[in-house]
């Protein structure tokens, strides 16, 4: 059973990622995860060993679902953007995905929108035809670009028909803090879809914390292990945030 992300409660929607490397892990993971009580579970395959064999992975995805009973998603990060190294070449990627697609159990997938535009097209697709969302990403972990490259990959990832636009940029000082959060309110009044953004790292975390009074829609919190540099915490994650929010009210 998939569940809409984005109808159970008002955003931020806390996420937290699967990086387990097998059936095993994942459950343990998920036994210390659930009752931290996330929003979101973002499964990274990209981490699973076997993931060459489609029922295999088809198999966990049904079995994540009925232990965790929430919303999700599926990554399978590219290396050039953070992610595992993978046996699979981008073509076997893309049909992976696009059988997950199908799985009552995946509610969205996440493709970087630097990806080849014909896979892009075709995710696009065979996610609208299976009523699931599509996720298109940038990240850069290795800087902060200017505003307006930043807008272009929203603007890219909204023109090949995203649900979401979801960036993740790398802080080298604060200043670049605050420039994604500007950014991201830029994008949350521009864009004609929601928007997921972070500054990672560990100045970068009080995006994490305030993004959503900016306009993004998510932010991801960690349950056993963090799959990005800055993650914090679930509960200390959601207390911060509830706190934020009692404090300033309906920010935006």
């Not at 998939?2 to 409660?9: A, N, P, R, Y």
């Not at 993931?51 to 050039?80: C, D, G, W």
């Not at 509960?235 to 934020?244: A, F, G, P, V, Y």
Request: charged share 25%.
């Amino acid at each position: 059973m998939t569940m809409d992300i984005f109808t159970h409660k008002k955003p931020p929607y806390i996420c937290t990622s699967l990086t387990g490397k097998n059936k095993e892990e994942i459950r343990d993971e998920l036994n210390t995860v659930i009752p931290k009580q996330p929003d979101v579970i973002e499964w990274r395959a990209d981490f699973l060993k076997d993931i060459h064999h489609v029922n295999y992975v088809l198999m966990i995805a049904e079995e994540i679902s009925s232990i965790s009973n929430k919303p999700m998603i599926v990554t399978i990060r590219s290396e050039r953007e953070g992610g595992q190294k993978i046996s699979l070449t981008e073509d076997e990627k893309v049909h992976l995905l696009s059988e997950l697609c199908k799985s009552p159990a995946v509610n969205s997938i996440d493709f970087e929108v630097s990806n080849d535009p014909e896979h892009i097209k075709e995710l696009r697709r065979i996610s609208k035809s299976h009523n699931k969302k599509l996720i298109l990403s940038y990240h850069n972990f290795d800087f902060t670009p200017e505003n307006e490259t930043i807008m272009q990959q929203a603007i890219k990832s909204e023109s090949y028909g995203a649900d979401i636009a979801k960036v993740a940029v790398m802080p080298e000082h604060k200043d670049d803090v605050l420039l994604l959060l500007n950014v991201t309110k830029e994008m949350d009044d521009d864009l004609r879809i929601p928007i997921i953004t972070m500054s990672m790292g560990d100045i970068g975390s009080l995006s994490r914390i305030v993004g959503w009074a900016y306009g993004s829609i998510m932010t991801f919190g960690i349950g056993v292990q963090r799959s990005a540099p800055g993650q914090i915490p679930i509960d200390k994650l959601k207390q911060i945030i509830e706190m934020t929010q009692e404090t300033v009210g309906d920010w935006k």
